[in-house]
């Protein structure tokens, strides 16, 4: 955008620029303001549930009028909510491992097969993102009764892994694009068998998306809500299912106390490992 | 070089070897041998086999018809791992995760080699090309000609019986490329591995090997030393892609001791080579050719008429183009002791001994006014 307004200087330097120049500083203002605008749009929501969490009334209301740390205390203390969240944090983490080792084998797979054979598996594998998600749950839920997988920890696992799949294959997958084929060739010759090459070569090199994909498994599975719901019991049920729960029951502010907390442990995941991810790329150049 | 980097060469042994990628030909039926500790290149234009050929052998494509044997073995059904072959790539191919001497080690680790004898090796391998102090640095931290060094140590420190390089030097500008194909060759010397070496440039060819195998279209046009090709040429492609030659088309016919083709404007003796009937061609080299100002009477012996349409002068000579009667273009050159007074617009004649005039098949295949543009067009 810049490009051409720079060019335009260059060239006719013989016009003086000054008069140009307030011109092109409300511009800037303006453009400002509106990523401002869009930027609170996007995060306001998720950042209202923060200050309402520290609230000293028994309700939801905004903006909150005084403040205490009662709904935090009551989210540990209560048994129902510490152990949502202990069972989510356990889907969560059980999904990541598995749909990560899947997601990887099946974008190493992916990048053998031919072009036609490419597309297709990849249709196949890309389905959940695609798919409503409540036809999912319903198919889900079907399954499950028939074979007696619902309110178990297997169960939540199988379902939420569908769904991370993508969000692992997809960044794998480019990571793999990228890497240069003549290296595995390389080690071959070296004397690396194809085992060695995968774990010496490959997997190092693609170790970005690998960490990327897992990290989007795990936020997949710790806010899924819909399919959740339908295979919950009251034995094993996640966070943001007890939350939904919460809300149609009574206007409990724990909620808040719960969203926020939701919000750090995603945030923070996210930003640990974009760091790591970026220090990783740095160091392979 | 420590005679711990030594190795005892392999032959390599390819039998009506072929590759088909659907119905494209990619190599039609290669017969080559390649001796023990030779050095042999593989010469070609773009496309004409050498990359598909040494990929084959590797073994990281499969072979769909013909035989390749190793030291007199069958390794079809090794996988590359298990081949003891060592291989520099053109773009260096060095793992970015490593460090140079973990990159040079890498081999080694595979062969479990102890690590006391892993250090010593890396660090002769690594003095073999020249770069000691190293170690440490990362691969994006060299210049291209240390990641080619680096590339270099870690296919010779395991002595492996055989090296492949594809266009090693291909990314590395002329200077560089003169200091390490010296290198190369110093190494070859030195280490007594058979090397295989691919490049669509004649004069790293000529600097380099022992023989030299001619690539086009998927075939071997001819192997042999680099006099041989030069001298002897068995095919019109081999003389054209392979320096710089004069061709005169014509039909052949024995005649007493030589072969006399006639054609348009062209009457000539060739005393060499293997052809006598039928269509032909008659190749000279420039430096054969001795330029006379052209007279009514033709110079005794082989004379073809022809003018001269350019003149470079080299500082050690001149090279001039002619056209010759049928309109192509012939190249001769001079040295500074035999220059003539011809000069560009200039009517000569092209004189030659018949001893200097090779015959060959003329498979119509060429295209006598631009050498290297019809080598790669083949
Ligand atoms: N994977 C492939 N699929 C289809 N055709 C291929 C494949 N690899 C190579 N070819 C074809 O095989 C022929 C020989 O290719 P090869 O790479 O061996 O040539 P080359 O002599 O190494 O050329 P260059 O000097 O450009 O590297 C070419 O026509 C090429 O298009
Ligand atoms: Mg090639």
Redesign the interface.
């Given at each position: 955008m810049s490009a051409p307004t720079v060019t335009d200087g260059a060239t006719r330097a013989s016009v003086p620029a000054a008069p140009r120049k307030p011109k092109r500083r409300v511009g800037r203002g303006l453009l400002w303001a509106f990523s401002a605008l869009v930027a609170f749009w996007l995060v306001a929501p998720a950042l209202v549930v923060i200050p309402l969490s520290f609230t000293d009334k028994q309700s939801l209301a905004f903006p909150p009028t005084g403040w205490s740390t009662r709904w935090y205390e009551n989210f540990f203390s209560d048994p129902t909510w510490a152990a949502s969240l202990w069972s989510s944090i356990q889907v969560g983490l059980l999904t990541t491992v598995v749909a990560t080792v899947v997601g990887t084998a099946a974008a190493l797979g992916l990048a053998r097969l031919g072009p036609r054979g490419q597309t297709l598996a990849r249709g196949a594998l890309m389905a959940p993102i695609i798919v409503p998600v409540i036809v999912v749950a319903v198919g889900t839920y079907a399954l499950f009764l028939r074979f007696r997988l619902l309110g178990t920890l297997p169960g939540f696992v199988a379902a939420h892994t569908v769904l991370a799949l993508p969000f692992v294959i997809i960044p794998v997958s480019a990571s793999l694009a990228g890497l240069d084929r003549r290296l595995q060739d390389a080690a071959a010759i070296c004397g690396a068998n194809r085992w060695a090459v995968l774990r010496q070569i490959t997997l190092p090199l693609v170790a970005p998306g690998i960490l990327s994909g897992a990290l989007f498994a795990f936020v997949t599975s710790f806010d899924e809500v819909v399919i959740s719901l339908f295979i919950q019991s009251p034995y094993l049920r996640t966070l943001p299912v007890q939350m939904y729960g919460s809300i149609t029951r009574d206007t409990d502010p724990t909620i808040a106390a719960a969203a926020t907390m939701i919000l750090v442990i995603t945030t923070s995941l996210v930003v640990v490992a974009s760091a790591v991810a970026l220090r990783r790329i740095k160091h392979a150049r | 070089m420590p005679a711990d980097l030594q190795s005892g060469g392999a032959s390599i042994t390819l039998r009506g070897l072929t590759k088909h990628y659907g119905d494209a030909v990619a190599v039609a039926g290669i017969d080559l041998e390649a001796r023990p500790g030779e050095f042999l290149t593989f010469l070609g234009p773009s496309g004409s086999g050498k990359t598909t050929t040494l990929n084959m052998i590797?073994?990281?494509i499969d072979v769909t018809a013909g035989e390749l044997l190793i030291d007199g073995q069958a390794v079809h059904s090794l996988?590359?791992?298990k081949?003891d072959?060592?291989?520099v790539?053109q773009?260096y191919?060095?793992?970015?995760?490593m460090t140079v001497a973990e990159n040079v080690a890498?081999?080694l680790k595979?062969?479990k080699v102890e690590k006391g004898e892993r250090g010593r090796l890396v660090t002769a391998a690594l003095a073999a090309v020249g770069l000691d102090g190293y170690d440490a640095r990362?691969p994006?931290e060299l210049s291209g000609g240390q990641q080619q060094r680096v590339a270099l140590a870690?296919a010779i420190v395991?002595s492996p019986q055989v090296l492949?390089m594809d266009e090693p030097l291909g990314a590395l500008d002329r200077k560089l490329r003169d200091t390490l194909q010296l290198e190369i060759k110093r190494i070859h010397a030195e280490l007594g591995t058979t090397f295989v070496y691919v490049t669509h440039d004649q004069e790293e060819a000529l600097a380099l090997s022992d023989r030299i195998a001619v690539f086009n279209a998927g075939r071997i046009e001819q192997v042999g030393t680099a006099e041989e090709l030069y001298d002897a040429p068995e095919t019109v492609f081999c003389a054209q892609f392979l320096g710089e030659s004069t061709l005169l088309q014509g039909t052949a016919r024995p005649d007493g001791g030589a072969t006399l083709v006639e054609g348009p404007g062209v009457r000539v003796h060739a005393g060499r080579g293997h052809h006598s009937a039928g269509a032909a061609a008659v190749v000279v080299r420039p430096e054969r050719i001795t330029l006379v100002p052209a007279t009514d009477d033709a110079p005794a012996g082989n004379a073809v008429r022809g003018r001269v349409t350019e003149d470079v002068y080299l500082g050690n000579g001149r090279k001039l183009q002619i056209e010759l009667p049928d309109g192509s273009a012939g190249t001769v050159r001079e040295t500074a002791a035999a220059r003539s007074a011809c000069r560009s617009g200039d009517e000569v004649w092209l004189t030659f001994s018949a001893d200097d005039a090779v015959v060959l098949p003329d498979d119509g295949a060429s295209a006598p006014t631009a050498p290297v543009a019809a080598g790669a067009a083949a």
């Open positions: - | 590797a073994g990281f996988p590359p791992h081949r072959i060592g291989m790539f773009q191919a060095l793992f970015p995760h890498y081999p595979q062969r990362r994006s870690r395991y492949l």
